[in-house]
C-alpha cells in the first residue's frame, strides 16, 4: 500500500513497478495535500485549515486497524515536509522546535494506529522543494537545457527539512522495541541531490514537473530498483 498525501503519490510508478515486479497485489490510499502524519494543516500554499485531511487519515487508519482493506504486508508512507502545522483547528502555525515535536508527536500516533494493521512500513524520506512556483523547473529547463541542473535549484539543507525527517526517524525510535523492528525509515533523496545540490535536472531526465513533485518519467528510471529492494525486503519480513 501507498499511504500519504501527493508527495507518497509521486512514488506510485516505482510502488507500482514493485508490485508488478513481485506480482504482488498493490492498493493507493493518498489524498492531495493530507500527510500520512496525524497533524491538523492548511491547505497547500493556502491560510485556509483543511479539516478533510484528518477526517479522511481517521478513516483509512481505522479500516487498517480493523483489517478492513484485507492483509497489508507493507505500507510505503512519504509526506510533504513543509505543511503548515497548526496548534489547533483554526490555531496559528507550529515553528521550529514545536513544530517539528508536533510532527513527531503526530508520526507517533500514525504508526502506533497502523501496525495494529500493517506488518511492515517503510517511511521514504520527502522529495526536495526547489526555489520558484510550479512552473520554475520547466522554465528552467527550457531557458538552460540540460545546464539547468546547476543553473537553477538550491542547497540540499534549504530544499529539505532535516528537522522534520529527524522527527520522524525519533519517532521511530522512540516505540518499544517489538514495533521499531517492523518499520523502516529510508532515505533516497538525499543521494539525488550532488555535492549537496538539489537541480530539476538528472542526467538527461528533467526530474521536476514543478518545484516539488518528481516526474513520473524520471522516477520510473531512477527509483524502480531502490524501491523495489526495499518493498521485497518488506515482504520477506512481512512473510
Given at each position: 500500500?501507498?499511504?500519504?498525501?501527493s508527495?507518497?503519490?509521486?512514488?506510485?510508478?516505482?510502488?507500482?513497478?514493485?508490485?508488478?515486479?513481485g506480482?504482488?497485489?498493490f492498493?493507493?490510499m493518498?489524498?492531495?495535500?493530507?500527510?500520512?502524519?496525524?497533524?491538523?494543516?492548511?491547505?497547500?500554499?493556502?491560510?485556509?485549515?483543511?479539516?478533510?485531511?484528518?477526517?479522511?487519515?481517521?478513516?483509512?487508519?481505522?479500516?487498517?486497524?480493523?483489517?478492513?482493506?484485507?492483509?497489508?504486508?507493507?505500507?510505503?508512507?512519504?509526506?510533504?515536509?513543509?505543511?503548515?502545522?497548526?496548534?489547533?483547528?483554526y490555531?496559528?502555525?507550529?515553528?521550529?522546535?514545536?513544530?517539528?515535536?508536533?510532527?513527531?508527536?503526530?508520526?507517533?500516533?500514525?504508526?502506533?494506529?497502523?501496525?495494529?494493521?500493517?506488518?511492515?512500513?517503510?517511511?521514504?524520506?520527502?522529495?526536495?522543494?526547489?526555489?520558484?512556483?510550479?512552473?520554475q523547473?520547466?522554465?528552467?529547463?527550457?531557458?538552460?537545457?540540460?545546464?539547468?541542473?546547476?543553473?537553477?535549484?538550491?542547497?540540499?539543507?534549504?530544499?529539505?527539512?532535516?528537522?522534520?525527517?529527524?522527527?520522524?526517524?525519533?519517532?521511530?525510535?522512540?516505540?518499544?522495541?517489538?514495533?521499531?523492528?517492523?518499520?523502516?525509515?529510508?532515505?533516497?533523496?538525499?543521494?539525488?541531490?550532488?555535492?549537496?545540490?538539489?537541480?530539476?535536472?538528472?542526467?538527461?531526465?528533467?526530474?521536476?514537473k514543478?518545484?516539488?513533485?518528481?516526474?513520473?518519467?524520471?522516477?520510473?528510471?531512477?527509483?524502480?530498483?531502490?524501491?523495489?529492494?526495499?518493498?521485497?525486503?518488506?515482504?520477506?519480513?512481512?512473510?
Amino acid at each position: 500500500m501507498l499511504f500519504g498525501d501527493s508527495h507518497a503519490n509521486h512514488w506510485f510508478g516505482a510502488v507500482l513497478n514493485a508490485a508488478k515486479v513481485g506480482n504482488w497485489k498493490f492498493k493507493t490510499m493518498t489524498k492531495s495535500g493530507c500527510p500520512a502524519v496525524t497533524v491538523s494543516v492548511r491547505r497547500y500554499k493556502s491560510a485556509n485549515y483543511y479539516p478533510e485531511c484528518n477526517s479522511w487519515r481517521a478513516g483509512a487508519l481505522g479500516n487498517l486497524q480493523s483489517v478492513k482493506y484485507g492483509r497489508i504486508d507493507v505500507v510505503v508512507m512519504s509526506s510533504w515536509h513543509f505543511h503548515q502545522v497548526l496548534t489547533s483547528t483554526y490555531g496559528s502555525n507550529f515553528t521550529g522546535a514545536n513544530k517539528y515535536a508536533t510532527w513527531k508527536k503526530g508520526m507517533s500516533t500514525t504508526l502506533t494506529k497502523m501496525l495494529k494493521g500493517v506488518r511492515q512500513i517503510i517511511i521514504l524520506r520527502d522529495s526536495p522543494d526547489l526555489p520558484g512556483d510550479m512552473l520554475q523547473a520547466q522554465a528552467c529547463y527550457a531557458k538552460y537545457g540540460l545546464a539547468a541542473k546547476t543553473k537553477c535549484g538550491t542547497t540540499l539543507a534549504k530544499a529539505t527539512s532535516a528537522g522534520i525527517w529527524n522527527a520522524e526517524r525519533q519517532a521511530v525510535a522512540e516505540l518499544p522495541a517489538t514495533l521499531r523492528a517492523r518499520v523502516k525509515t529510508v532515505d533516497l533523496t538525499t543521494p539525488t541531490c550532488p555535492n549537496s545540490w538539489c537541480g530539476p535536472i538528472d542526467g538527461n531526465y528533467l526530474a521536476f514537473k514543478d518545484d516539488n513533485h518528481w516526474t513520473q518519467t524520471w522516477v520510473k528510471a531512477r527509483m524502480n530498483k531502490p524501491v523495489y529492494d526495499l518493498v521485497k525486503a518488506g515482504m520477506a519480513r512481512a512473510a
